[in-house]
């Protein structure tokens, strides 16, 4: 069973900004980099929009 994630914007900008900061750093791209590509934050992005980026998001549950 695939379960699909729905990001809040706070999020995703943890996410991406996390995995941007993994990538100005060194770390290899999870996806191959488009033509022009050059930024981390650019690239961040494009993993995050592929599902490539293997990070969860754990939420309290509410009572």
Do not use: W
Request: charged letters at 20%.
């Amino acid at each position: 069973m695939l379960i699909v994630m729905e990001y809040t914007k706070f999020e995703k900008a943890r996410i991406v900004g996390a995995r941007a900061l993994q990538l100005a750093f060194g770390a290899p791209p999870l996806i191959k980099v488009p033509t022009g590509v050059s930024s981390p934050l650019d690239l961040a992005e494009l993993e995050f929009n592929d599902d490539a980026i293997p990070i969860v998001v754990v939420r309290p549950h509410a009572k």
